[in-house]
Every structure is written in structure tokens, then in C-alpha cells.
């Protein structure tokens, strides 16, 4: 039973750049969550994916975009690059029936210069 | 006043401990609570979830929730080195639609000496 996936482990991207970040959700799973965890904070939600559209979102600007994908995959898109944008993303997913355990993926640590 | 306040520690226990992690919250509408494990350079693992007032054991783990003083504990017992990791508390509340809204925790560095 495969967990969830994310790409890449690591990037580094200077300030105006854009990313592209992937998770693919554990098997059964049909609901993606983006959150934000800066060094020594609790995980911030950005965001979160059903049915390829955006159910809720946090308190992020627009420069952060998503997308779900008929797989259930799902991409978290970053504009305009801010020094402080350099964190851990982290996805988590979800099924029908069990919402309230969400199972989290390894991140990806990004790096802005 | 921010949600969920959790002390960030660092807490640091000599092995076979009792260990205690506490978050506090402000939202009485939060209806799961959970706990998760965090190793460095991880994504945070969940422990345990409870849904209403009381104690809740799974194994070493014992989380407990008292929802009349807005405080939620858990429990380690017989710590072990391998317990070393940050500990994030997590609240949630069902949104319009079915849809968990989850608000964590600062985290709690534990640190479990040999």
C-alpha cells in the first residue's frame, strides 16, 4: 500500500521565480491538503483539493495555486517568489469515511535565495 | 490569542520516563483532536485522534481530552530514544460540505537522553 508521494525532496529557486510542486495521495485517498510548515512552526494550511477543485483555503495569497488531477494527484503552484516562501510543503490526503485522519507525505523543502 | 498554543519546548527526559505534552485552544467548535509525530526532515505521522472528553491508550500513548477547560495532554510512558521528535498538537472542525478544517500546533521538541 503505497503512501503518499511527494516531488521533489528538495529545490532551490531565487526570489520572482516560480515552482511546481507533486503529491501523489495514499491508495483510496481522494482529498489533497497543501499546508505551509515554516523552521520551528506548526504546519499552516494553504489549501485543500476534492473532486479538481478547491474546497477551502487558508489565509495565502493568490500567488499560491493548486490543481487536482482525475488520479486524485494534485500541484501546488508558487508565483513571484518571496524569500519567505522557503519552508517544508507538505501534502496530506484524506478518503470518504475517515476525513479526520489525514495521512502526510515527506515534503518538499524549498529554498528561495 | 492564537487557536491552538503548544509550548515548543525543548523538553528534554532521561529514557524510561513519563512524558507529558500539552496544547491548550481557544475554539470550542474543534471536534477532532490529534497528535502527531514529527522525526527532522519528516512528514508529521499521526498517533492518535480522539473525538470527545476522556483518555484514549494505545500502547505507550495515553491522549486525553478535556473539552470544559479547552486542554488537550498526551502521555508517554516508558520513553525511549526512538521517542525523540517534535510532537504536534492538531484540532479540527467540520467546515460546510463535510470538509475538516485542521489547525496545529507550534510543536514540542521532545528529547529522550540513554
Known amino acids: 500500500d503505497a503512501g503518499v508521494t511527494q516531488s521533489p525532496t528538495h529545490l532551490i529557486k531565487t526570489r520572482g521565480q516560480q515552482v511546481t510542486l507533486r503529491c501523489s495521495p495514499k491508495s483510496g485517498h481522494d482529498t489533497v491538503s497543501w499546508y505551509q510548515q515554516a523552521l520551528g512552526q506548526g504546519p499552516q494550511f494553504i489549501f485543500q483539493y476534492y473532486e479538481e477543485e478547491e474546497r477551502q483555503r487558508g489565509n495565502f495569497p493568490d500567488r499560491f495555486s493548486g490543481h487536482q488531477f482525475p488520479n486524485y494527484s494534485s500541484e501546488l503552484n508558487v508565483n513571484a517568489l518571496l524569500l519567505g516562501d522557503s519552508a517544508l510543503y507538505l501534502c496530506a490526503t484524506t478518503k470518504r469515511g475517515a476525513r479526520e485522519t489525514q495521512y502526510f507525505g515527506p515534503g518538499t523543502r524549498l529554498l528561495v535565495l | 490569542q492564537k487557536e491552538v498554543e503548544q509550548d515548543p519546548g525543548p523538553l528534554s527526559v532521561p529514557e524510561g520516563a513519563i512524558v507529558s505534552l500539552n496544547c491548550t485552544y481557544s475554539?470550542?467548535?474543534?471536534?477532532?483532536f490529534m497528535w502527531y509525530r514529527q522525526y527532522s526532515r519528516k512528514g508529521p505521522e499521526l498517533l492518535m485522534y480522539?473525538?470527545?472528553?476522556g483518555n484514549k491508550e494505545d500502547g505507550r500513548f495515553t491522549a486525553q481530552v478535556d473539552k470544559s477547560s479547552k486542554y488537550i495532554s498526551l502521555f508517554i510512558r516508558d520513553s525511549q530514544p526512538s521517542d525523540s521528535a517534535t510532537y504536534l498538537c492538531?484540532?479540527?472542525?467540520?467546515?460546510?460540505?463535510?470538509?475538516?478544517?485542521?489547525?496545529f500546533g507550534i510543536g514540542t521538541k521532545l528529547q529522550v537522553i540513554p
Open positions: 475554539n470550542s467548535a474543534f471536534q477532532y
Open positions: 492538531a484540532m479540527s472542525l467540520l467546515q460546510g460540505g463535510g470538509y475538516q478544517k485542521v489547525t
Open positions: 480522539t473525538y470527545s472528553s
